[in-house]
């Protein structure tokens, strides 16, 4: 912030020598105070909030956010539940898949009758608990739901060395690499 707390003094002051060594003192904690409030206004909104604020939204909602999730995956968690009395339909539910995966491609979802099957493809695994969670909430319950979970597969691994392979672990060799 480019506040001066001489511009606060009247012009009379302004002109007074005691007042300006005065006020050039207490510039530097007065600048940090604007920049914590600034920052402590971020954290009131979701889609500006860091780590405190997010962690703040998933207290609120009763989320526990596990595996290590990235602070725009448990952001994309908070928009989830929060959007869950919103009505919806086919499309909607496709639409809030994607928000919560953060691209169409994350995963596959086909509607069969009254079986609804959602298919995770490998990297949107961390997403599984949040999925099952909004899946558990909006889907109606006449309707069966099965969460499928892809792992990387031999073919798609092929095209790497085993140099390249050797920078992950088992898990994530299995879990992550696409």
Same mark, same amino acid.
């Given at each position: 912030m480019d506040r001066q707390m001489m511009e606060y003094l009247p012009p009379v002051l302004q002109r007074?020598?005691?007042?300006?060594?005065?006020?050039?003192a207490y510039q530097g904690k007065f600048s940090d105070i604007w920049r914590s409030l600034w920052e402590i206004e971020d954290e009131l #909104?979701?889609?500006?909030?860091?780590e405190t604020g997010i962690l703040r939204w998933e207290q609120l909602l009763g989320i526990v956010s596990g595996e290590a999730l990235s602070l +725009?995956? &448990?952001r994309q968690i908070i928009l989830a539940r929060i959007g869950w *009395?919103?009505? #919806?339909?086919?499309?909607?539910?496709?639409?809030?898949l994607t928000a919560l995966t953060g691209d169409r491609n994350g995963f596959a979802a086909?509607?069969?009758?009254?079986?609804? +099957?959602?298919?995770?493809?490998?990297?949107w695994r961390g997403l599984r608990a949040?999925? *099952? +969670?909004?899946? &558990?909430?909006i889907v109606p319950a006449n309707i069966a739901v099965q969460?499928?979970?892809?792992?990387? &597969?031999?073919? +798609?691994l092929s095209a790497m060395t085993h140099r390249e392979l050797g920078r992950y672990t088992h898990r994530r060799i299995r879990d992550e690499v696409r």
């Open positions: 007074c020598q005691d007042f300006a060594c005065l006020m050039g #909104y979701l889609k500006t909030a860091g +725009e995956d &448990r *009395w919103m009505p #919806y339909n086919w499309f909607a539910f496709l639409k809030f086909t509607l069969t009758g009254f079986q609804l +099957e959602i298919i995770l493809k490998p990297g949040a999925v *099952w +969670e909004l899946v &558990r909430q969460l499928v979970l892809v792992y990387s &597969r031999h073919w +798609e």
